[in-house]
């Protein structure tokens, strides 16, 4: 199956411009290493910040969201999966010269990560460090060759088309490429919250001005380049307000972050009620995470009296994470209700915000997933 020593009947678009597309890969390296989300926010802030180019700037964001360039001809449109998780495999195992069933899988499950497994692999077998010539591909480039790749139906076509772009690239590059590669299987290389969340850091937005923004444009790479220009404010003064949905869920589990030698609660975990679903066994499921809101809405006393309540209610800890007795119920809003057949609710909240923490609501008063489900079908 070696066709990296031909070229392939495909013209490669791969022109050495800047390093924007390596530096992406770096930034998404650290992103992924950072524990909080307002690390790895700040991180992505600062390589938005870098681009001058709001091209680069509209493509970088798409890219780590896996979306579209809108209104760009030859977009890379990554929508639909370019190359499936088994073609990636066994154009990885030709690549670096071994056999995809006794040495690439086991090497896989090593490390947990198919694309984690392949830059390794890429940087240290002699066969695949030989068969690189990295030229640092610009982001518009590496959009196109997604977009060739998708379009091929043939899976040695697209195998070819995948050791040729691979040979133009660095391990880290190649890592992050293939997320971009399979939109629709693995969801955005970054999480859609954090990517937002940049980019009102990176332009000094109102977080919930770019949120408004995403979800009327449907593109966070429209949203960063109307918060770049400051223009985020015309475009939400002349449009009614997206419609949201408002659910009363139940913290399960609360992950802390880490503020000089304290924890603070950086992330809640938050769940439905199945207690009455004979589907179930539990009396709550996950449906979604969402940050403790640090804009203003839970004042220092709250915030407080939370901490407080999230150790009284402590179950079981694993590491920054702990489980907690049913007893903190929240109001959240979120944008959308997405299907996720890895969840146990087969759904999960899309862009979830607590609004509020209801003290005095009971776990019983939380919504059944039974109520989530209605809700969904009702927007379809």
């Not at 609360?254 to 679903?277: K, M, N, Y």
Request: glycine letters at 6%; proline letters at 6%.
């Amino acid at each position: 199956m070696n066709s990296t020593g031909d070229s392939p009947a495909w013209s490669p678009r791969l022109h050495v411009r800047n390093n924007a597309f390596l530096r992406l890969c770096e930034t998404l390296a650290a992103v992924s290493g950072a524990r909080s989300r307002p690390q790895k926010a700040a991180l992505f802030a600062d390589y938005l910040k870098s681009l001058d180019d709001t091209g680069d700037l509209v493509r970088a964001v798409c890219l780590a969201a896996n979306c579209s360039v809108p209104g760009e001809s030859g977009s890379g449109r990554v929508t639909s999966s370019a190359a499936g998780h088994r073609t990636v495999a066994l154009a990885a195992s030709d690549f670096c010269g071994i056999d995809y069933q006794h040495v690439f899988r086991p090497c896989r499950e090593a490390t947990g990560s198919a694309s984690e497994a392949i830059q390794k692999l890429m940087a240290n077998m002699p066969i695949a460090i030989k068969r690189r010539k990295p030229v640092q591909p610009s982001l518009r480039d590496v959009m196109l060759n997604i977009e060739t790749l998708a379009s091929s139906i043939d899976q040695k076509e697209k195998i070819r088309l995948l050791q040729h772009l691979w040979q133009q690239m660095t391990p880290v590059e190649i890592r992050y490429v293939i997320p971009m590669l399979q939109a629709g299987r693995t969801g955005s290389v970054t999480d859609l919250q954090t990517v937002l969340d940049s980019i009102a850091l990176a332009f000094d937005a109102d977080p919930a001005a770019v949120r408004q923004a995403h979800l009327i444009t449907r593109n966070p790479g429209t949203a960063a380049l109307m918060a770049k220009r400051k223009e985020l404010d015309s475009l939400l003064s002349g449009t009614e307000a997206p419609k949201t949905i408002t659910l009363t869920t139940l913290v399960m589990y609360a992950h802390s972050w880490t503020s000089g030698r304290s924890r603070i609660p950086g992330e809640l975990t938050l769940g439905v009620r199945v207690d009455e679903d004979p589907r179930y066994t539990e009396q709550f499921i996950p449906i979604g995470k969402a940050d403790v809101p640090d804009d203003g809405r839970l004042k220092d006393e709250e915030m407080s009296r939370l901490s407080l309540r999230i150790r009284e209610l402590a179950a079981d800890r694993f590491g920054s994470t702990v489980s907690l007795k049913p007893g903190i119920v929240v109001e959240t809003e979120c944008e959308t209700l997405q299907p996720n057949r890895r969840t146990k609710a087969g759904l999960v909240l899309h862009l979830p915000r607590i609004r509020s923490i209801l003290w005095d609501a009971a776990p019983s008063d939380t919504h059944t997933l039974g109520h989530v489900e209605r809700l969904r079908k009702s927007d379809e």
